[in-house]
């Protein structure tokens, strides 16, 4: 297999077409893609160009990531400068001021009290580092015995070892054998019985949270060291979190000191309309997991955010002595941390978490405008993150939304296919008309891909 020829324009400049074969493309079907691959050769603000010339409108933002649109000058242009230079300064025992400046403008940009940085590359080395940042400052402190971590059904937290036993998806843990020790999952919070065409925080579920209760009992609280969710769960179907869930599981693991890690690598940085989604739902944990929009995606990083007493309880004893045995290569990377600030100041002095949080409500009603289409079985929302649940087909779970996901490609539109779920999560730079047009393309091309099956709910 070659790329077809109309891609020519992203071949190499050898002018040869590069085979498709070498690459071993992750989380796809390699073998069914290379059959008809589908190539995108640049984007610009909300627009992705294809390899056959075509230009569609990015409804997903890359992959969750380009919340202030691709190509944003600001972040260009600030990678161009630093790139002539620092190239790279490694951050181990020696440093960059980039790297420093940068830690302290997240610091501001994060909720109150969480004024600590530790950079990574991406989300799921987050998630590994929260996880060990949690388990050592437990040591740290002389408790060793709380060594538990408690995930939940239906989490993605990346793919680290850490990652994928905290997290909650079969497949994704069964193909590779024995994960972590010690690790519990709390029920996850779907329930299309009591809670379809929620706006919003859905109404029940609350109790979902006590289950946390239930399983320190059954361990033994002072065993577990800490418990961690995405606020609102994203890769596994777009799942917000019924009203007071999150509230209650801060007061559970308050009560027993566990420590309460959001993973906000996609709620992050604008996405709910909010710096983050602690700062939306008024819930702060002691430790955020970071990445995607940190740099809008234009280079790898992630950041582990934490409150002044995790940090604090490291810089004890010997000032000569390294206090973390941790971190990487590329840890506050100076290509990433100049795209990092100059996205802050995209979010931050251009307006546009602020633009999303005034957009939240005319998307929330244009999504739920879909209800009652054919195979539509719930909708879902916060801020600009929405998902479509459509009626699971005979031949195989996904089946259906995915054959809607290409239809919408036909139509001019980027969506993603999550499960049975359309995932929506669009540049916070998206303006009504472009709303109105990803909603325009989905409700033809439900129609178009309606089987007899496919009920009204
Ligand atoms: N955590 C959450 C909540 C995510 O959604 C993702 C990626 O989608 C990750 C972690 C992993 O991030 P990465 O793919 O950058 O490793």
Redesign the pocket.
């Known amino acids: 297999d070659t790329l077809p020829s109309s891609s020519a324009a992203a071949a190499p400049t050898t002018g040869i077409a590069p085979s498709l074969d070498a690459f071993w493309m992750p989380f796809t079907p390699n073998r069914k893609f290379k059959q008809s691959p589908r190539l995108i050769v640049g984007g610009e603000g909300l627009h992705y160009d294809l390899a056959d010339g075509r230009r569609v409108l990015d409804a997903i933002a890359g992959?969750?990531c380009v919340n202030a649109g691709h190509r944003n000058p600001r972040i260009s242009a600030a990678m161009k400068a630093q790139i002539d230079v620092l190239d790279y300064a490694s951050n181990f025992q020696i440093g960059h001021p980039a790297a420093f400046e940068l830690a302290q403008r997240l610091a501001r940009f994060a909720p109150e009290g969480m004024n600590h940085v530790f950079f990574t590359n991406?989300?799921?080395?987050?998630?590994d580092t929260a996880l060990k940042i949690a388990l050592a400052y437990h040591r740290a402190r002389g408790d060793a015995g709380r060594y538990r971590l408690i995930g939940r059904e239906r989490?993605?937290?990346?793919?680290?070892f850490g990652?994928i036993s905290v997290g909650g998806i079969g497949r994704q843990r069964s193909t590779f054998g024995p994960l972590l020790n010690g690790v519990d999952h709390l029920p996850h919070t779907h329930d299309l019985v009591r809670n379809a065409f929620s706006r919003g925080e859905p109404e029940h579920g609350i109790d979902k949270a006590d289950a946390l209760e239930a399983l320190l009992a059954l361990h033994d609280a002072s065993t577990v060291a800490a418990v961690i969710v995405?606020p609102v769960?994203?890769?596994t179907g777009v799942l917000p979190p019924p009203r007071g869930y999150l509230k209650r599981l801060r007061e559970i693991c308050d009560r027993h000191g566990v420590l309460l890690i959001f993973?906000?690598?996609?709620?992050g940085f604008g996405r709910l309309g909010a710096n983050f989604a602690a700062d939306l739902f008024g819930v702060t944990p002691d430790i955020i997991?970071a990445?995607?929009g940190l740099t809008n995606g234009a280079v790898?990083m992630?950041a582990v955010l934490m409150r002044d007493a995790i940090h604090d309880a490291f810089m004890q004893g010997s000032v000569g002595a390294i206090e973390l045995s941790h971190g990487y290569t590329y840890s506050g990377h100076p290509l990433a941390c100049a795209a990092a600030m100059a996205t802050l100041d995209a979010y931050t002095e251009d307006g546009l978490i602020a633009q999303a949080a005034a957009l939240s409500p005319f998307f929330e009603d244009a999504i739920h405008g879909l209800r009652g289409l054919p195979g539509v079985i719930d909708i879902r929302n916060t801020g600009l993150l929405g998902g479509i649940e459509l009626q699971a087909w005979a031949d195989g779970p996904g089946t259906h939304a995915q054959a809607v996901a290409q239809q919408c490609v036909e139509l001019g539109v980027l969506v993603r296919s999550v499960g049975d779920t359309i995932a929506l999560s669009p540049p916070l730079t998206i303006g009504r008309e472009h709303i109105e047009q990803i909603v325009d393309a989905l409700r033809t091309a439900i129609a178009q891909t309606a089987r007899p099956t496919d009920k009204e709910a």
């Open positions: 992959l969750w991406s989300g799921s080395e987050s998630v989490a993605y937290h990346g793919v680290g990652g995405e769960a994203g890769s993973d906000e690598v996609i709620t997991t990445a995607k790898p992630g």
